[in-house]
């Protein structure tokens, strides 16, 4: 059974497996804004990446002689989540590791998520806390898939604010190259073959603003990054499909040597620490 949340404009569904966002109806436009599955496109929703995100071409993780064979995004997503606090706006779950996920990465960990529907969107706070002997390093993310007509319609485009972002960096087979000298970036056109070659990262993403603007210029859509340093856009070309994904972390690069100590964007949390990553997701009232 989801767990549901409503306010006066926002009804919200949430899966206890994987904590997936299913669905973010929203009364004042009549439109589900959540992609909605399809087998021969995407058949997801809003994956929770955790604790490594993107592709690994060793499959799995080295931390130096221990090998973990995590899968691709990690586990989280198939993670069985319990609920702490329910009220009609407001919802914290929690999961930790287990026989399972110990299998594959053998530490003591715990995520809570708060979720809270706002009078314009959404908010949603992961703290993950070490609860293991050990320091551990993890990567998080979030992969939300929108439902916007980018194909539909030609000329939409994202813009960034609150300072621009590097970019932007294609991916080839899932893989990340970087590219040393990134030009700033304050708009990426959604064009018809912009996703023809898989996702495009963008860097220097903390405490940014994404707006998903339509062919008028209007946002329909804003995500505030928190603290995450990289962002992920993904769509499939000819489906109305857009994932803004904000990262803490991001797929390997061709050349990684599977050395977790190696790998963009992997936070570190000593024994007993704590770390609270936060993004929030509005939708503006005209359209």
Request: glycine letters at 8%; hydrophobic letters at 40%; one cysteine or more.
């Amino acid at each position: 059974m989801m767990w549901q949340l409503e306010n006066a404009r926002f009804q919200v569904s949430i899966n206890p497996r994987g904590a997936e966002l299913t669905r973010l109806w929203d009364a004042q436009v009549q439109h589900n804004w959540m992609w909605q599955p399809q087998p021969d496109v995407w058949n997801n929703v809003a994956t929770q990446l955790f604790p490594v995100v993107g592709r690994l071409i060793h499959d799995g993780l080295w931390q130096g002689e221990r090998f973990f064979p995590l899968p691709a995004h990690g586990f989280l997503r198939h993670h069985p989540f319990r609920c702490l606090e329910h009220s009609a706006a407001r919802l914290v779950i929690e999961a930790c590791d287990d026989d399972r996920s110990r299998a594959i990465w053998p530490f003591a960990w715990r995520m809570r998520m708060v979720w809270q529907l706002t009078a314009d969107g959404l908010k949603i706070d992961w703290q993950v806390s070490n609860h293991d002997e050990e320091r551990w390093g993890y990567s998080l993310g979030w992969h939300p898939g929108f439902a916007v007509p980018i194909a539909s319609e030609a000329g939409w485009q994202v813009r960034f604010s609150g300072g621009a972002p590097r970019g932007p960096f294609p991916t080839h087979q899932r893989l990340l190259t970087m590219i040393e000298e990134a030009p700033e970036v304050e708009i990426f056109p959604l064009t018809a073959q912009v996703f023809a070659a898989g996702a495009v990262y963008f860097s220097h993403m903390q405490h940014r603003q994404i707006a998903v603007c339509s062919p008028s210029g209007e946002p329909r859509i804003i995500l505030e990054t928190g603290d995450q340093p990289w962002l992920a856009l993904w769509g499939v070309p000819g489906a109305d499909l857009l994932c803004i994904e904000p990262l803490c972390g991001t797929t390997d690069a061709p050349d990684f040597d599977g050395q977790i100590d190696h790998k963009r964007g992997i936070r570190w949390l000593d024994p007993g620490q704590t770390h609270i990553h936060h993004v929030a997701v509005r939708f503006p009232a005209d359209r």
